[in-house]
């Protein structure tokens, strides 16, 4: 049976967890206003991107782009996962894990090779300890990511797609739906999908009429779209991550919450633990003293 002292001491180690806990919880708290204000900030450039192609797209016959060519029979694809650098968030890690496991098993299943891009130490790390080494990784700013970070995951994927080096480029992150839930899952960044674009297959567009143009292009709506549709993947890739970051903040502090309230129960549960175990004291020393009182007299 443990000794008050050592209930004591337990109760004091608790109270020290719930000070850590309670603190990275604030952390996190403030943490994801930021991000959330980061997401909220960018979307009004990735409508306006959207919109804009959605101009260049009506505005020509028939467009073709590297970038939206649908490859039926996949031989390389790269999965773009993201996760995060530190620990202590629940199951964000581990999900997004087993998520990309089962991607690989079905890829590989199908003869189809998968390439990693890692964005985390808890992921990079990972699938490095197994065997399988990404062939780009991101380490250190999971939870305040840089635009930089999707641009060069966009300059090495973008390439290698429009030569057809590879037929598809997936995105596995968490989707932040709001401070308490994030859901993982798994998207196609490439090929771009037309349908978010112009809302019906590019191939099937006829010429659009003048007085229904918005925009005169410059030097033909073609070229415009040559520059814009390359922007527009890295503007996606770049809302993903930062959605991924935004997750990872609300899983630490739902986690860091739990551990905070579940350390206060665990603290009521040994101050009634010692509680008893000091009445039980009390009572035999009262019953010794009675005792040995009754011996004198006898």
């Known amino acids: 049976m443990a000794t008050l002292r050592d209930i004591r001491r337990r109760i004091s180690s608790v109270e020290s967890t719930i000070q850590v806990t309670r603190t990275m919880e604030m952390v996190s708290t403030a943490k994801i206003r930021k991000a959330q204000n980061r997401i909220e900030h960018a979307r009004p450039y990735a409508n306006a991107l959207a919109e804009m192609l959605n101009e260049v797209a009506t505005s020509s016959r028939k467009i073709k782009h590297p970038l939206l060519a649908v490859r039926r029979n996949e031989k390389v694809v790269v999965a773009i996962c993201m996760a995060s650098d530190r620990g202590l968030a629940g199951g964000f890690n581990i999900n997004i894990i087993h998520l990309t496991e089962e991607y690989i098993r079905e890829k590989t299943e199908q003869g189809i090779e998968v390439r990693l891009i890692t964005i985390g130490r808890k992921i990079t790390d990972y699938f490095t300890e197994i065997g399988i080494e990404p062939i780009m990784s991101f380490v250190g700013n999971s939870g305040e990511p840089s635009y930089e970070d999707a641009r060069e995951i966009a300059n090495l994927v973008i390439p290698q797609y ?36 112009v809302g019906e297959e590019i191939d099937e567009l006829d010429d659009v009429e003048e007085p229904y143009k918005k925009y005169i292009f410059e030097p033909s709506a073609k070229q415009v779209l040559q520059t814009l549709l390359p922007k527009y993947v890295e503007v996606l890739l770049f809302q993903a991550i930062l959605e991924s970051a935004a997750s990872e903040h609300g899983a630490r502090r739902v986690a860091m919450k739990a551990a905070s309230d579940n350390a206060s129960n665990m603290i009521v549960t040994l101050t009634r633990s010692y509680n008893r175990a000091r009445q039980a004291a009390i009572t035999t020393e009262i019953s010794e003293i009675v005792g040995g009182a009754e011996a004198l007299k006898g």
Request: aromatic share 6%; proline share 6%; net charge negative.
């Open 162 to 197: 429009s030569d057809a080096q590879i037929d598809e480029v997936a995105l596995i992150y968490n989707r932040f739906i709001n401070v308490a839930v994030q859901r993982p899952e798994v998207g196609v960044l490439l090929p771009v999908n037309a349908e978010d674009i």
